[in-house]
């Protein structure tokens, strides 16, 4: 063996004992594990997915129509199909994650870089193809891509702050989420109508490898903590360190009164079956609460589904947009979200989910129904009018949706971490929040299936109107079943020692 060979073959055998000594820290752990690059990584993993999903929809009717030569009767249907697979993709994808996330694994970082490198090759797909087949692989990549990112990132970011702070989190979080929710329709409607695909993937391919070296760095508090020699074990399975504020402490302090819920009604009968045994999580959703959580995700995700699906389309049909143009109008969904979603999520940890539920549902009525006033009744005014105005109604839509962006996510950690508390035993001493929010996340994506296609054959059948008219019954009957069932008090006994 030459002395260059066993030169490299020293090097190699002290990096690997190094990598496997926990009496050597990695390389920057202090910032590395510190809850501010934790929360930014998840929160640029969210602007990626959003972003990159964005990036498409008003790009969907000119790329099937001027690639895959899609007949223009054949459109609405083709971009409600593809919009499906993405979110069946992501339906089915997210309890696998959140298994992984939770199980699987010893540390949450290799399944959450795994949905990106399914993001990759998503974008790959989305340069090349040029038939409906390919185009629909693609949107199922991504569709995996997303399932991955919210199970395994909102999971991180409930063991980085705690589920006492989910709520300023979570607005953090959607902050960026919604500035890429606000750009990318209009980024990518520009970009296409400039260089075709060519800028689009460009600036996805961009996105991706700032979010890989965002992940690849990222390491979490309970493993961080295995570095801290005074951190009680306690803290480690946690994912704390030490009582000393430090960078590894929670971003936002969590709330250590003495007065704890009555954690009786939250105890679990011992699992009879293999598969509660297995995921004894499954029987915590008999909650009505937890149900009512899902519930929120599923109808807010209808929501959006269905203007990814048809603002476009009106656009297009009845404006004579481009899909710049078609772009600009997503300014006002995306607007009122980036200005009031972090202000609503701090409302929520304040006054709780059930009040702000019942507001962003209600308001949401109205809303909804006043939207046939520029599209099909109101004839008589000027297109410019006629635009200006369902601009304006776009705008409040976007300030309901801001409202119920965070409830089902709250709401879902909080009924979560009581049931936790109350059965640690059952539940191995560890939360098992990646799978909870895998759930969370399946019902998301059934919502974002199920909000094209309804969206779409609605809009076909009765019209745009009337289409909306529906969505706004939907919403009335949400806000009363949030009414009814989350957010509850618990009676609140005193001492630590109440689980």
């Given at each position: 063996m030459s002395q260059g060979?066993?030169?490299?073959?020293?090097?190699?055998?002290?990096?690997?004992?190094?990598?496997?000594?926990?009496?050597?820290?990695?390389?920057?752990?202090?910032?590395?594990?510190?809850?501010?690059?934790?929360?930014?990584?998840?929160?640029?993993?969210?602007?990626?997915?959003?972003?990159?999903?964005?990036?498409?929809?008003?790009?969907l009717p000119f790329m099937l129509n001027d690639r895959v030569h899609v007949p223009a009767s054949d459109i609405q249907t083709s971009i409600s199909n593809l919009l499906a697979i993405f979110a069946a993709a992501s339906c089915i994808s997210s309890p696998i994650a959140g298994i992984l996330g939770d199980q699987l694994s010893s540390s949450r970082q290799?399944?959450?870089?795994?949905?990106?490198?399914?993001?990759?090759?998503?974008?790959?797909?989305?340069?090349?193809?040029?038939?409906?087949?390919?185009?629909?692989?693609a949107r199922l990549?991504?569709?995996?891509?997303?399932?991955?990112?919210?199970?395994?990132?909102?999971?991180?970011?409930?063991?980085?702050?705690?589920?006492?702070n989910l709520g300023k989190a979570v607005g953090t979080v959607f902050s960026l989420t919604s500035v890429a929710s606000l750009f990318s329709p209009v980024i990518g409607g520009s970009l296409y109508a400039k260089t075709g695909y060519t800028g689009v993937f460009a600036v996805s391919l961009a996105l991706i490898t700032v979010d890989f070296i965002m992940r690849l760095f990222v390491i979490e508090k309970?493993?961080?903590?295995?570095?801290?020699?005074?951190?009680?074990?306690?803290?480690?399975?946690?994912?704390?360190?030490?009582?000393?504020?430090?960078?590894?402490t929670p971003l936002l302090a969590q709330d250590t009164t003495t007065a704890t819920t009555n954690l009786a009604p939250y105890r679990l009968p011992e699992p009879q079956q293999a598969i509660t045994r297995m995921f004894p999580i499954l029987l915590t959703l008999r909650d009505p609460a937890l149900l009512t959580a899902f519930w929120i995700g599923f109808i807010q995700a209808v929501l959006l589904g269905a203007f990814d699906a048809t603002v476009p389309l009106v656009a297009s049909s009845r404006?004579?947009?481009?899909?710049?143009?078609?772009?600009?109008?997503?300014?006002?969904?995306?607007?009122?979200?980036?200005?009031?979603?972090?202000?609503?999520?701090?409302?929520?940890?304040?006054?709780?989910?059930?009040?702000?539920?019942?507001?962003?549902?209600?308001?949401?009525?109205?809303?909804?129904?006043?939207?046939?006033?520029?599209?099909?009744?109101?004839?008589?005014?000027?297109?410019?009018?006629?635009?200006a105005l369902y601009a304006c109604l776009l705008g409040l839509c976007g300030l309901g949706l801001a409202i119920i962006n965070s409830p089902s996510i709250v709401e879902a950690g909080n009924v979560l971490d009581k049931y936790w508390?109350?059965?640690?035993?059952?539940?191995?001493?560890?939360?098992?929040?990646?799978?909870?929010?895998?759930l969370n996340s399946m019902m998301w994506c059934a919502g974002l299936t199920a909000g094209p296609l309804m969206a779409g054959s609605l809009r076909v059948s009765i019209g745009y109107g009337n289409m909306n008219a529906v969505l706004a019954g939907v919403c009335g009957v949400t806000a009363v079943l949030a009414a009814l069932f989350i957010g509850r008090k618990d009676n609140m006994t005193e001492g630590v020692g109440a689980d």
């Open positions: 060979t066993r030169h490299a073959s020293s090097s190699w055998s002290r990096m690997k004992s190094m990598a496997f000594d926990h009496s050597q820290p990695p390389i920057g752990l202090r910032w590395r594990s510190s809850s501010l690059f934790v929360l930014s990584t998840v929160g640029i993993g969210g602007f990626t997915d959003i972003f990159l999903y964005g990036l498409i929809v008003p790009v290799l399944p959450f870089l795994l949905g990106l490198v399914f993001l990759l090759l998503a974008t790959i797909l989305l340069a090349i193809g040029n038939t409906i087949f390919v185009l629909g692989i990549l991504q569709g995996a891509s997303g399932a991955f990112v919210w199970a395994i990132g909102l999971a991180l970011l409930v063991d980085t702050v705690g589920p006492e309970r493993i961080a903590a295995q570095y801290t020699p005074q951190a009680s074990p306690d803290l480690q399975a946690s994912g704390g360190t030490n009582s000393d504020p430090s960078d590894e404006y004579g947009f481009d899909s710049l143009k078609a772009g600009l109008l997503f300014l006002p969904l995306g607007g009122a979200n980036f200005f009031f979603g972090p202000i609503f999520g701090w409302c929520i940890d304040k006054w709780g989910t059930k009040i702000i539920s019942v507001l962003g549902f209600t308001s949401l009525v109205p809303v909804l129904i006043l939207l046939r006033i520029p599209t099909e009744v109101s004839t008589g005014l000027e297109q410019s009018h006629q635009i508390r109350a059965n640690r035993g059952l539940f191995a001493n560890r939360a098992p929040y990646a799978q909870l929010y895998g």
